[in-house]
């Protein structure tokens, strides 16, 4: 069964530096996400991409984030000049369908660690 | 916005119990219902969802309802077994928005 994968499962920075997280949706999904998870918190939406560009974003995502699709099959999420804060777990995920239509499948997750 | 509000924060039962976790939505736009399922340190998993012209869905062991009238939905489990235990999740979407709004989370245990 096809999943969507993320890389790397963790990555520790420094505060101030740029991570950029990257995921590789189901490949014949059109709709991608990234969402977060604060430890033992509920997980929080960031962000949904589809045909190369921001369809909706939540209060999270200013202008410290960035999304792209660089190629056919990659999507990323770039944080820049990481804050404490930003430490969580971000999960990327991507659907057939789209608003308020499909089902949404869930990466493995990056754990992000600022210090 | 739309809020969703999951009860309850823990829930322990005894293997072959039932098990139901409830969850309550703000915004009557909305219109598809996933649950999910996180085991620790783990993705969510889809388990099962329901949509807003469907009262009652069954998989196996797992069932979720919803009344769209008083706006809240709920996640049944027959004959729980100690794999269960995870911390579920409901969510929902409004119509025309792409984003799951998840509730809080019920971290459910099975006892053996």
């Known amino acids: 069964e096809p999943e969507v994968t993320q890389t790397p499962s963790h990555q520790v920075t420094q505060m101030g530096q740029e991570v950029i997280l990257r995921c590789v949706p189901i490949s014949n999904h059109l709709y991608f996400y990234w969402y977060r998870q604060i430890l033992g918190q509920k997980v929080e939406f960031l962000v949904s991409?589809?045909?190369?560009?921001?369809?909706?974003k939540s209060e999270i995502f200013d202008d410290q984030f960035s999304v792209e699709r660089p190629d056919g099959s990659n999507f990323t999420l770039k944080i820049r000049s990481t804050k404490l804060e930003d430490s969580a777990m971000y999960f990327c995920?991507?659907?057939?369908?789209?608003?308020?239509?499909?089902?949404?499948?869930f990466g493995p997750g990056t754990r992000l660690t600022v210090t | 916005g739309e809020n969703v509000e999951q009860h309850p924060s823990t829930l322990s039962v005894q293997e072959g119990d039932s098990a139901v976790i409830k969850c309550t939505y703000s915004d009557s736009a909305s219109n598809y219902f996933p649950w999910y399922k996180q085991e620790l340190g783990k993705r969510p998993q889809l388990i099962i969802d329901i949509r807003s012209n469907v009262g009652e869905k069954k998989d196996q062991r797992i069932a979720v309802t919803l009344n769209k009238t008083a706006k809240h939905f709920s996640l049944h489990i027959t004959e729980t077994q100690p794999e269960d235990s995870a911390v579920y999740f409901c969510?929902?979407?409004?119509?025309?928005?792409?984003?799951?709004?998840f509730g809080s989370g019920t971290r459910l245990l099975v006892r053996p």
């Open positions: 969510a929902a979407v409004m119509d025309s928005s792409y984003k799951l709004i």
């Open positions: 995920a991507s659907s057939s369908s789209g608003a308020g239509l499909g089902e949404q499948y």
């Open positions: 991409f589809y045909n190369n560009e921001i369809s909706e």
